[in-house]
């Protein structure tokens, strides 16, 4: 068969509105595993040996099973436990928890990079606990992640295709759809890529935009 | 609700199956995946502007889109390239593909950390161009391959589970199979999950041994008060 570029261009308008869902998505993710992120590495350092044995085992198993297995888990189990989940909110709940514990992990990874003398300081000037998490430890600590955080994000932007195995109306359901109403698979599906791959490029130059402007006012 | 466990009892022969395939198409996709990717780092290190230019596309474009579009463009892209292979094969294709963009990066990464000269100055001390492959270069290019590519070995391992979208039957999809027969989807996938959790355990050890038998850097221990740890330290034990 011959590539037909004609309707590659015929699918773009209804992949870039497809687009939207899973940028939306894909913010309200980045959103909550922030948060849910930073409340879990203020939890950890806490270290109160039961809760972090428990954290523990709970990050090995995120870490060590499928995202799409842990969309499946929140989709389908879910509603056995009694929590009847629309697709939309099983599958952002599934990547949330999965990616909150990815930045927990890269947070971990930077938290040593931090001065010590900062914390004594800290301490020395009578500053609370919640103080010097957020304006000491957290401010620095955001910008020297940022770019394991960027790319992070990219990350969660390619889980939100997942999202269609569960139904969810997104960029890749929405090729699929068109592909069987006009049996061209191949050209429907190279359109889909590209909409990826732009929004995660437009994605990293963000992150780059946002790093030159945090270290310019470094200076 | 409590746990059914005859869904497992019942139901284990098709579990081991969808494991050992998983394994299998893991492996294969490892093997061809390392082994493209190794072309490709030592490709890019030719001098040559539109071949570096066309590796850096192939490495953008594979690493920017999401897995399960990589499979489908395989998937449907072959038959209409007027290739017709068995599912279990695209599936295999696409992984090896998707992992050759990560392996390349890290075989890269080992060998331009290698310092310039260690080959000459082998050389120079009176190595043979082998002995000075076999006991200078080798050994510090690959260990700090190991735990990188370990990693990237378990994401292969997690997104070989999006396979099951084409009708591999690898582990997810005999999970689905079996959910849609006894409609126990919290059994299910809890054995689902459980098997992949043991795999990607099993293979994060094997490589902390490898890692040990190759003399692997011992990360320093970094000394520090009490009071800064309580803030800068999530392991249950504070470093002294």
Redesign the interface.
């Known amino acids: 068969m011959v590539f037909q570029t004609a309707h590659l261009i015929s699918v773009m308008p209804n992949l870039s509105a497809a687009a939207l869902v899973n940028l939306r998505l894909a913010l309200i993710i980045i959103a909550i595993a922030l948060i849910l992120g930073t409340a879990l590495t203020i939890l950890r350092s806490l270290k109160i040996a039961p809760v972090n044995a428990v954290i523990d085992v709970l990050i090995s198993f995120i870490r060590g099973t499928p995202l799409l297995v842990q969309i499946f888990i929140f989709y389908y189990a879910l509603p056995n436990a009694g929590l009847d989940l629309s697709a939309e909110v099983a599958g952002v709940l599934a990547i949330s928890f999965n990616s909150a514990v990815f930045v927990s992990e890269i947070m971990r990874g930077s938290l040593p990079t931090i001065d010590p003398g900062q914390i004594e300081a800290a301490t020395a000037l009578g500053l609370r606990r919640h103080v010097i998490w957020l304006r000491v430890i957290l401010p620095q600590l955001f910008r020297r992640t940022l770019p394991v955080l960027i790319n992070e994000s990219t990350i969660v932007v390619k889980g939100t295709a997942l999202l269609s195995v569960i139904t969810v109306v997104d960029v890749l359901r929405t090729a699929q759809q068109i592909a069987s109403s006009t049996f061209r698979p191949f050209e429907t599906l190279v359109g889909a890529a590209i909409v990826f791959l732009v929004i995660n490029l437009a994605v990293s130059f963000v992150g780059m935009t946002l790093e030159a402007r945090l270290a310019a006012r470094r200076m | 609700?409590g746990f059914d466990v005859s869904v497992f009892t019942t139901y284990w022969p098709l579990f081991l199956q969808g494991a050992l395939l998983t394994i299998r198409v893991c492996l294969a996709a490892f093997v061809v995946g390392f082994a493209l990717g190794t072309v490709l780092a030592l490709l890019a290190l030719v001098p040559l502007r539109p071949l570096r230019f066309l590796i850096g596309v192939y490495l953008?474009?594979l690493r920017?889109?999401?897995?399960?579009?990589?499979l489908?463009?395989v998937h449907?892209?072959l038959p209409?390239?007027?290739v017709r292979l068995p599912a279990v094969f695209t599936g295999t294709i696409a992984l090896s593909l998707f992992a050759s963009a990560y392996f390349a990066e890290i075989v890269r990464a080992a060998i331009v950390a290698l310092p310039k000269g260690q080959f000459e100055s082998a050389r120079a001390i009176g190595m043979s161009p082998g002995q000075a492959m076999r006991y200078v270069v080798a050994p510090q290019i690959l260990r700090p391959l190991v735990p990188p590519s370990t990693n990237m070995t378990?994401t292969m391992?997690?997104?070989?589970?999006?396979l099951?979208?084409i009708t591999v039957a690898e582990l997810?999809y005999q999970?689905?199979v079996v959910?849609g027969n006894t409609f126990a989807?919290?059994e299910v996938?809890?054995v689902?999950?459980g098997v992949?959790?043991i795999i990607?355990?099993a293979v994060a050890r094997a490589a902390t041994l490898l890692e040990r038998k190759a003399g692997g850097a011992q990360s320093k221990a970094?000394t520090?008060?009490s009071?800064?740890d309580?803030?800068?330290?999530?392991e249950?034990r504070?470093a002294s």
């Open positions: 609700m953008a474009v920017g889109i999401p897995f399960i579009i990589i489908f463009l449907y892209g209409f390239a007027g378990l391992i997690k997104e070989s589970s999006v099951s979208s997810t999970g689905l959910q989807p919290f996938f809890a689902v999950a992949y959790w990607s355990i970094v520090r008060n009071l800064a309580s803030f800068l330290s999530l249950r504070p």
